[in-house]
T-cell receptor, first 117, second 115 residues
């Protein structure tokens, strides 16, 4: 089955700096890659996602890049703010594949991001 | 639209008991997936339901089961609880399953503590 590795496990930055979190996946059939942010005691919230037909997607200070050949994707946060502090999870799935792919996201282990004022 | 809701939010049980958790998806969403979140194992897929049918199941023992009702609400049940079942149980709903709209939206979770 799919395996997603996420690095680093912890990341500490100063306010205003950029943060980059990287994930690699094992199954070349994966075609959908969401990123979730989970604040302490709260639900995971989707912050951005990318499908395999594009290489990059941006939403204000957040961007995601995908390299299908290398099977890795990254989250980039620019101009970080203290409220960006949270645990970030990457995930992978196979949209439309059916079978053992139905409704299944395979998650990375998470990155604890701390933004210091 | 109201988000995904889960009840109860917190539960304390003892070993050997059973527990039922409930999830109400976003209105119009038909697919419900369940995940277990623990510090050691992270987020792991339990199962997925669509149109009252379980279509996919993760690598969990048969003590973990679920069902979905005609209004898309879903329940999961854990029988013969073990200490290791202590976790945050999250459900997520998506608009369509098997298509290009599988973005999953999570509920707040039920935190289960087994003593």
């Amino acid at each position: 089955g799919e395996n997603v590795e996420q690095h680093p496990s912890t990341l500490s930055v100063q306010e205003g700096d950029s943060a980059v979190i990287k994930c690699t996946y094992s199954d070349s059939a994966s075609n959908y890659f969401p990123w979730y942010k989970q604040e302490l005691g709260k639900r995971p919230q989707l912050i951005i996602d990318i499908r395999s037909n594009v290489g990059e997607k941006k939403d204000q200070r957040i961007a995601v890049t995908l390299n299908k050949t290398a099977k890795h994707f990254s989250l980039h946060i620019t101009e970080t703010q203290p409220e960006d502090s949270a645990v970030y999870f990457c995930a992978a799935s196979q949209e439309g594949a059916g079978g053992t792919s139905y409704g299944k996201l395979t998650f990375g282990q998470g990155t604890i991001l701390t933004v210091h004022p | 639209k109201a988000g995904v809701t889960q009840t109860p939010r917190y539960l304390i049980k003892t070993r050997g008991q059973q527990v039922t958790l409930s999830c109400s998806p976003i209105s119009g969403h038909r697919s419900v997936s369940w995940y277990q979140q623990t510090p050691g194992q992270g987020l792991q897929f339990l199962f997925e339901y669509f149109s009252e049918t379980q279509r996919n199941k993760g690598n969990f023992p048969g003590r973990f089961s679920g069902r979905q009702f005609s209004n898309s609400r879903s329940e999961m049940n854990v029988s013969t609880l073990e200490l290791g079942d202590s976790a945050l149980y999250l459900c997520a709903s998506s608009l369509l399953a098997g298509g290009p709209y599988e973005t999953q939206y999570f509920g707040p979770g039920t935190r289960l503590l087994v003593l």
